[in-house]
């Protein structure tokens, strides 16, 4: 069974840069979402990115922030994360999906989730 393991959180600076990264077990030709969660919070979608990588998706909350890329060789998706806002504080979690369009609101349509790795952004 595909896994995916989640890795790059850690503490960061407001207006500083982390990137995440995804690792798959096994070759994947599936779209990959990033999602997170925030304590007392529900589930949100990140950005998502297509099977090829030629489409990518962004919630408006981190637009012109954030950008999703893949290395399918290595099996990896990556999210580049910079310009952090201490409410970008959340475990961040990835997870594979038939497709992208409207991930937002069709995550449990998304299935493998890794671990998640924590992402704290703080002064």
């Known amino acids: 069974q595909l896994q995916l393991v989640e890795s790059g959180g850690g503490l960061a600076q407001p207006g500083g840069s982390l990137r995440l990264s995804c690792a798959a077990s096994?070759?994947?030709?599936?779209?990959i979402g990033w999602f997170r969660q925030a304590p007392g919070k529900e589930r949100e979608g990140v950005s998502c990115?297509?099977?090829?990588?030629?489409?990518?998706y962004y919630a408006d909350s981190v637009k012109g922030r954030f950008t999703i890329s893949r290395d399918n060789a290595k099996s990896t998706v990556y999210l580049q994360m910079n310009s952090l806002k201490p409410e970008d504080t959340a475990v961040y979690y990835c997870?594979?999906?038939?497709?992208?369009?409207?991930?937002?609101?069709?995550?449990?349509?998304?299935?493998?989730w890794g671990q998640g790795t924590q992402v704290t952004v703080s002064s």
């Open positions: 997870a594979r999906g038939s497709y992208c369009s409207g991930y937002e609101s069709r995550i449990s349509s998304f299935t493998s």
């Open positions: 096994g070759f994947t030709r599936d779209a």
């Open positions: 990115i297509s099977r090829s990588g030629s489409s990518t």
